[in-house]
């Protein structure tokens, strides 16, 4: 259950502070009466990534849920929803390339999700 210091993942976990709480190291049952049923299909993700398996900080996701809490994905507010670029790109249409180019270029978000292919290349 804890990630030990020989673990290849270690760096991610333990070496970050994440660790498994002592009330559900001690008594995994704690655990299981704590949380709900696990839904098909999901798997245990942390609330704040910040913070160990502990209560108030993990529920039941779906793997693209789990996808976007990766520290390298990258979320932009859009219209009242938080998207990753692919599904903001979805969203308004552009391939997914053009809208990554633009937001690693420092384009502002207008630019971003513009469909104008002749606006000034400048931000």
Not at 25 to 46: C, H, K, N, W
Not at 60 to 86: D, F, H, V
Request: with cysteine; aromatic share 12%.
């Amino acid at each position: 259950f804890p990630v030990t210091i020989d673990n290849a993942a270690y760096h991610r976990y333990g070496g970050r502070g994440i660790v498994v709480c002592k009330e559900w190291r001690e008594s995994p049952a704690s655990f299981v009466d704590y949380m709900p049923e696990q839904p098909i299909g999901g798997t245990l993700e942390r609330i704040d990534n910040n913070k160990g398996y502990e209560p108030g900080n993990v529920r039941w996701a779906t793997m693209k849920e789990q996808s976007l809490n990766r520290r390298p994905t990258i979320l932009i507010e859009y219209e009242g929803e938080r998207l990753c670029l692919k599904d903001l790109a979805a969203k308004v249409g552009l391939p997914y390339e053009t809208v990554q180019y633009r937001y690693k270029s420092g384009y502002p978000l207008h630019k971003i999700v513009s469909k104008d292919k002749f606006f000034n290349n400048g931000k």
